[in-house]
């Protein structure tokens, strides 16, 4: 049991693109987008923004907010926009409809992560990214 969650997967290990972009839209809200390939589906790409202070916080605790799929064309989306920060693989060994646990072997990503979504807040859209140590 996570989170109140009970999580009922079988292992998966499949290795998936993901790619982190800085993002200035034009609302000015400097954040990051946060993207990986679903393992079960190579047509979604789960998409999360996450604060401005991404870089400062992924090796502990991150709030992130579920946004649209996308297309896994945006792998390799090129925008004046976007800027991308980070390229690599992650290998999911667990994905469920809520719960992921991924290993990434980035420079910012790197090691194990679980990312869950949280129940019980006022937005339906928030999750929780952690470094397990």
Known sequence: ??????IVCESISKTVPYIIHKHE???GSLHFDFRFLDPRDP???HSFAAPSNFLDTVN?????????DHDP???TLKSYRLE???????????ATYKYFEITFHGKI???????FK???TQRDDRWLLTKVH
């Open 60 to 68: 502990t605790k991150t709030i992130l907010a579920k946004t649209r």
């Open 84 to 94: 991308n920060i980070e390229e690599g693989k992650a290998i999911v060994s667990i």
């Open 1 to 6: 049991m996570l989170n109140g969650y009970q």
């Open 25 to 27: 839209p034009r609302s």
């Open 109 to 115: 990503l790197n090691g194990k992560y679980k990312i």
């Open 73 to 75: 064309r945006w792998l």
């Open 43 to 45: 047509k979604v790409l």
């Open 118 to 120: 949280l129940k019980n």
